[in-house]
T-cell receptor, first 117, second 112 residues
């Protein structure tokens, strides 16, 4: 199946710093990628839809100025958590489908565990 | 928006017992997907059901899509310790361009 690579897998940062997470589709082009957030033992909550070459679509309640998404190419989307605070500590995971536009199965990256001290 | 309700939240079984998780929606679904997430891992696609009343099998796993396309189930026969993990159902959102909405998941523990 398709492969989605996410980096880094784990990051620890100080409060107030920014953290960038990369999500790459390795063997297919993804015009759309999705960013999810998962708290321990909870479900995946969609944060935003990343659209190649245009602005991301954020879900209600997600601060777009705090969670900056850039999808500059068909194989790379980045999520930057700006001015991170301890409450931003979570598991962030990206996904992409290998067939546009919707309803196709998603391939997930391995996730990034963010810990903000 | 679209919501899929999934039960139970947790299930502990003895190895060899069967296990079932259920997913329900108040609206008709175009399709439903199932994912498995191992502890510490990321979700992995298991299957997609599209047709009304569809039943698909993968070894000891049986997936069903209801006749009304509003509910689905995943049944595991004779569980093994390798089945441990959280099973999520997921369905497309209400409008054409919304991504998958996930159920809360069922966390399966298998006691050897």
């Amino acid at each position: 199946g398709a492969v989605v690579s996410q980096h880094p897998s784990r990051v620890i940062c100080k409060s107030g710093t920014s953290v960038k997470i990369e999500c790459r589709s390795l063997d297919f082009q993804a015009t759309t990628m999705f960013w999810y957030r998962q708290f321990p033992k909870k479900s995946l909550m969609l944060m935003a839809t990343s659209n190649e070459g245009s602005k991301a679509t954020y879900e209600q309640g997600v601060e777009k100025d705090k969670f900056l998404i850039n999808h500059a190419s068909l194989t790379l989307s980045t999520l930057t958590v700006t001015s991170a605070h301890p409450e931003d500590s979570s598991f962030y995971i990206c996904s992409a489908g290998d067939r546009a536009p919707t309803n196709e199965k998603l391939f997930f990256g391995s996730g990034t565990q963010l810990s903000v001290l | 928006g679209q919501q899929v309700m999934q039960i139970p939240q947790y299930q502990h079984v003895q190895e060899g017992e069967d296990f079932t998780t259920y997913c329900n929606s108040s609206t008709t679904l175009s399709n439903i997907q199932w994912y498995k997430q191992r502890p510490g891992g990321h979700p992995v696609f298991l299957i997609q059901l599209v047709k009304s009343g569809e039943v698909k099998k993968q070894k000891r796993l049986t997936f069903q899509f209801g006749e009304a396309k509003k509910n689905s189930s995943l049944h595991i026969t004779a569980t093994q310790t390798t089945d441990v993990g959280t099973y999520f159902c997921a369905a497309p959102g209400n409008s054409g361009n919304t991504p998958l909405v996930f159920g809360k998941g069922t966390r399966l523990s298998v006691i050897a």
